[in-house]
């Protein structure tokens, strides 16, 4: 809508405004707090691989869903500070000549999970297997320290 119409188009107020919209326009794209390219694709890569955690006396144990990989396909890491990397990618299927896509649903490209790992967690001790498109990335957790004996001290008359 024109305001011009309105005749409201010379009070100070319209003024304000249509500079604050020119300027919203130039700065659009040049958000100062938009996140980098980086991390959306991280962020879309994680909401796109869902996992169950499960906790057992001994260990944890991280099942994810990996329908059609191979084991080569898939990379199970430990970072820095205790954080459990899964991670890989999904190929497109190549087009054979004289065929064509009706529909695609296949969720096809990269793929991430990050766990933060408990302190008992013994990163030395992870085993992973791939079964039927099922990922399962166990780790044992260190045994509970020793409880401090109690030590007597003697003490001396003087």
Do not use: W
């Not at 396909?73 to 820095?80: L, N, S, T």
């Not at 302190?119 to 990922?135: K, M, P, R, Y």
Request: with cysteine; glycine share 6%.
């Amino acid at each position: 809508m024109d305001l011009r119409l309105l005749g409201i188009d010379n009070t100070p107020l319209f003024h304000t405004l249509q500079h604050m919209m020119e300027a919203a326009g130039e700065d659009s794209d040049k958000s100062v707090n938009a996140p980098s390219r980086n991390y959306v694709r991280d962020a879309k890569a994680m909401a796109a691989t869902p996992a169950d955690v499960k906790e057992y006396p001994n260990s944890y144990v991280f099942v994810v869903d990996m329908p059609g990989l191979k084991s080569g396909d898939i990379k199970v890491q430990v970072e820095e500070d205790n954080v459990l990397l899964i991670s890989g990618e999904r190929k497109r299927e190549e087009e054979k000549e004289g065929a064509k896509f009706i529909r695609m649903e296949r969720r096809v490209g990269k793929f991430m999970r990050k766990f933060s790992l408990p302190e008992n967690a013994n990163t030395d001790a992870i085993s992973a297997v791939c079964q039927d498109g099922v990922l399962t990335v166990t780790v044992q957790k260190l045994p509970p320290p020793e409880p401090k004996k109690t030590k007597t001290i003697e003490v001396k008359v003087a």
